[in-house]
């Protein structure tokens, strides 16, 4: 597989995938064959290929991860009938509100989310893929999740934050982007990753986005700012 080393233009270019090291072989033989992760079996219906424009909206993307891991709860049954009633115009918001609510201030939820970015950050790589629009994607496609019905509140909760996602649209955002249904990206559209160093872990690749990062990560991504802080980052 080719390798791609990251510049300051891909704060804002280019498309990028992270996923953990131990699939590089499979993706190497296979290349990124389309999935529903475990957090959106119970949301998305269709299997796709999620990616990010630029790697400034990689820190936005893991804002949103922090904040939806949250409220996910431990027991996936739970989470399969929160995630079906909450689309619904019949089921009390009330009852939405006061599980978001409690799960806001839990210590241990935080804590929780922080320790499962650590595990991507940690056991990740960044993979660049060479994506031809209406080909490979359409930037006018559906955000599954925008589309389900949920109010927009919930959605807000759960790291849809105006500050990055336009809630008035279904459509995509740069953020959380993805593949057509069911496409393959082909092994020779993708290239592993690596800092001028010669490093490809992806939290090498996280701080160098933090350090070079135009955008007010400090305004637009608060629960990314309070894992730095509970990592013990400076500056923050």
Same mark, same amino acid.
């Given at each position: 597989?080719? &390798?791609?080393?990251? $510049?300051?233009?891909?704060?804002? %270019?280019?498309?990028?995938?992270? *996923?953990?090291?131990?699939?590089?072989?499979? @993706?190497? %033989?296979?290349?990124?064959?389309?999935?529903?992760?475990?957090? #959106?079996?119970?949301?998305?219906?269709?299997?796709?290929?999620?990616?990010?424009?630029?790697?400034?909206?990689?820190?936005?993307?893991?804002?949103?991860?922090?904040?939806?891991?949250?409220?996910?709860?431990?027991?996936?049954? @739970?989470?399969?009938?929160? #995630?079906?009633?909450?689309?619904?115009?019949?089921?009390?918001?009330? @009852?939405?509100?006061?599980?978001?609510?409690?799960?806001?201030?839990?210590?241990?939820?935080?804590?929780? #989310?922080?320790?499962?970015?650590?595990?991507?950050?940690? &056991?990740?790589?960044?993979?660049?893929?060479?994506?031809?629009?209406?080909?490979?994607?359409?930037?006018?496609?559906?955000?599954?999740? +925008? %589309?389900?019905?949920?109010?927009?509140?919930?959605?807000?909760?759960?790291?849809?934050?105006?500050?990055?996602?336009?809630?008035?649209?279904?459509?995509?955002? +740069?953020?959380?982007?993805? *593949?057509?249904?069911?496409?393959?990206? $082909?092994?020779?559209?993708?290239?592993?990753? &690596?800092?001028?160093?010669?490093? %490809?872990?992806?939290?090498?690749?996280?701080?160098?986005?933090? +350090?070079?990062? +135009?955008?007010?990560?400090?305004?637009?991504?608060?629960?990314?700012? #309070?894992?730095?802080?509970?990592?013990? &980052?400076?500056?923050?």
């Amino acid at each position: 597989m080719d &390798y791609y080393y990251i $510049n300051k233009k891909d704060l804002n %270019s280019n498309y990028f995938h992270f *996923t953990d090291r131990k699939n590089l072989e499979s @993706i190497e %033989s296979k290349g990124l064959v389309p999935n529903i992760g475990d957090n #959106a079996k119970n949301i998305e219906k269709t299997k796709k290929i999620f990616f990010v424009e630029g790697l400034d909206n990689l820190l936005i993307l893991f804002d949103c991860w922090i904040n939806a891991l949250y409220y996910i709860p431990v027991i996936p049954f @739970i989470y399969k009938l929160g #995630a079906f009633f909450l689309r619904h115009r019949w089921f009390p918001n009330i @009852i939405g509100d006061s599980y978001f609510k409690i799960l806001k201030v839990s210590k241990l939820h935080q804590r929780r #989310a922080f320790k499962k970015l650590d595990k991507i950050l940690d &056991y990740g790589i960044l993979l660049k893929l060479d994506l031809e629009e209406n080909i490979d994607f359409r930037y006018d496609d559906k955000d599954e999740i +925008k %589309s389900c019905g949920y109010i927009k509140r919930h959605l807000e909760v759960c790291g849809y934050s105006e500050r990055y996602s336009d809630l008035n649209s279904n459509i995509m955002d +740069k953020w959380n982007m993805h *593949t057509l249904t069911n496409h393959i990206v $082909n092994n020779k559209k993708i290239k592993v990753c &690596y800092l001028e160093d010669g490093s %490809s872990n992806l939290r090498y690749i996280f701080d160098y986005c933090l +350090k070079n990062t +135009k955008i007010d990560f400090k305004s637009i991504c608060p629960e990314l700012c #309070a894992y730095l802080k509970y990592k013990g &980052y400076g500056d923050v």
